[in-house]
């Protein structure tokens, strides 16, 4: 049984990553799974220097989900590289970092440190983040910016580059297409949907942020429509993120057109999903005789629709 996926030059031993910001730096939890058994690591976002994020309250649980607005607390990349990389390398993890920036030099000089650094994989362009003012979102909800920064990095790495789209727009696939011709190598999708929650006896947000971003299953119907809307678009593999709890999640994933998957806040609830989720694949496989994951990939059935 073969669950190796490809994305661009990178082939990943399994399709099940770590979310960006679900997972730490992943040397938080090698205590807990081993971190050279994903498909990869997805690393915290990280800017060029450290930043403390919004203070607290940044966490509320809402129904089948939750909201966050962390607001890109992290390292910087040079301590990222430092104090944390060495460690990771030694574990095995293969090492996906999410690159935050401000303006389009900052996302190009976080780019060029990690790729002159050792044991990066590949970049997840963060253009998404939608609880930060400056930078972040502003790139990822408008066509002409997607496409420069892409472009930008593009010109400054050979690693593999994986734009991070946010679901908080009207044609979420016309985005992926946009990083593609940019020269993207994959695409992530989705980031958090941007929501808000009041306390109503005091009639206050109840994030400091006042508004923060929506994960967990309350948003994986609309993630899966939007990886099967990409998916016909573009030629590039999209990694499918939101709301995964099971195997059969991942599986619709996949079925829908996602190459890999990311997972984030099921593993606050079960940080031993992993196992678990890798188990149910396998099972689905066997039950249903794939002996390779990619072959499953974008195979949805629609009644009256012609396969490719
Ligand atoms: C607490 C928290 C922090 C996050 N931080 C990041 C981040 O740093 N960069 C990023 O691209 N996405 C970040 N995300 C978004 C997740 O990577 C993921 O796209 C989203 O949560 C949907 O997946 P899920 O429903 O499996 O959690 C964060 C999500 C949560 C809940």
């Known amino acids: 049984m073969d669950l190796s996926v490809r994305i661009g030059a990178l082939t990943l031993k399994t399709p099940l990553l770590s979310a960006s910001g679900c997972f730490g730096y992943g040397v938080e939890y090698a205590g807990v ?13 990280l800017f060029l220097n450290e930043r403390s994020g919004h203070p607290p ?9 939750m909201l966050n607005a962390i607001g890109l607390q992290g390292i910087g990349v040079r301590r990222f590289v430092r104090e944390k990389l060495p460690e990771l390398r030694k574990r095995g993890a293969t090492v996906i970092v999410n690159v935050c920036g401000t303006t389009i030099d900052e996302y190009v000089e976080v780019t060029r440190i990690l790729s002159d650094a050792d044991g990066v994989a590949a970049i997840e362009l963060n253009i998404s983040c939608p609880n930060i003012k400056e930078g972040g979102i502003s790139f990822g909800c408008d066509l002409g910016n997607t496409h420069q920064v892409v472009s930008a990095v593009r010109r400054a790495t050979t690693l593999p580059l994986i ?8 044609s979420v696939a016309s985005f992926a297409k946009a990083a593609e011709e940019a020269g993207a190598d994959a695409v992530s999708l989705v980031n958090t949907f941007l929501a808000m929650a009041i306390d109503v006896e005091t009639r206050r947000p109840r994030l400091s942020n006042v508004m923060g971003g929506l994960s967990g ?3 994986r119907p609309i993630a899966v429509r939007m990886v099967y809307e990409c998916s016909r678009l573009v030629r590039i593999p999209v990694i499918g993120i939101g709301g995964i709890t099971s195997a059969a999640d991942v599986v619709e994933f996949v079925i ?10 099921a593993s ?12 149910g694949v396998r099972d689905y496989m066997t ?3 794939i ?5 499953l990939t974008g195979t949805v059935d629609v009644p009256g629709e012609k396969r490719t």
């Open 256 to 265: 829908a057109g996602a190459t890999a998957v990311q997972v984030g806040t």
């Open 291 to 295: 002996e390779r994951i990619a072959d």
């Open 57 to 65: 309250p940044r966490i509320v649980e809402t129904p089948a989900g």
């Open 287 to 289: 039950r249903h005789r």
């Open 33 to 45: 799974v081993d971190l050279s058994s994903l498909g990869a690591v997805v690393v915290k976002g």
């Open 217 to 219: 299953p309350a948003i």
């Open 163 to 170: 734009p991070k789209l946010t679901p908080n727009v009207t």
């Open 268 to 279: 606050f609830v079960d940080p031993f999903i992993w196992g678990k989720l890798e188990a």
